[in-house]
Nanobody, 125 residues
């Protein structure tokens, strides 16, 4: 059974960078799309980015386009989210989850499965 575990969250100043990791166990990620999501206090969980299986096509929410980069290392069974130019509005718990395709990662985050426990990202001076 696939299990995902996020790590890399931290407190960072505005304008700073972080790299989040989503490590898989119990199954290979090769044939799965992996999405990154976030949830701020009092807000709905939202899609941030997704990377497809196969050709590793990357998708980004408008709010993070140009600042975040998603990548995958199938040999390490891990997906990364490189975040730069972080702003206070990026503060949230970040989660990764899996699905066959990236479709609906923005509209229906809950259609993804195998959610990790999340990692806290706080952007503050």
């Amino acid at each position: 059974q696939l299990q995902l575990a996020e790590s890399g969250g931290d407190l960072v100043q505005p304008g700073g960078s972080l790299r989040l990791s989503c490590a898989a166990s119990g199954a290979a990620l090769d044939y799965l799309a992996i999405g990154w999501f976030r949830q701020a206090p009092g807000k709905e969980r939202e899609g941030v980015s997704c990377i497809s299986s196969g050709d590793s096509t990357a998708y980004y929410a408008d709010s993070v386009k140009g600042r975040f980069t998603i990548s995958r290392d199938n040999a390490r069974n891990t997906v990364f989210l490189q975040m730069s130019s972080l702003q206070p509005e990026d503060t949230a718990v970040y989660y990764c989850a899996a699905k066959i395709y990236c479709s609906d990662y923005l509209q229906r985050p809950r259609s993804f499965a195998s959610w990790g426990q999340g990692t806290q990202v706080t952007v503050s001076s």
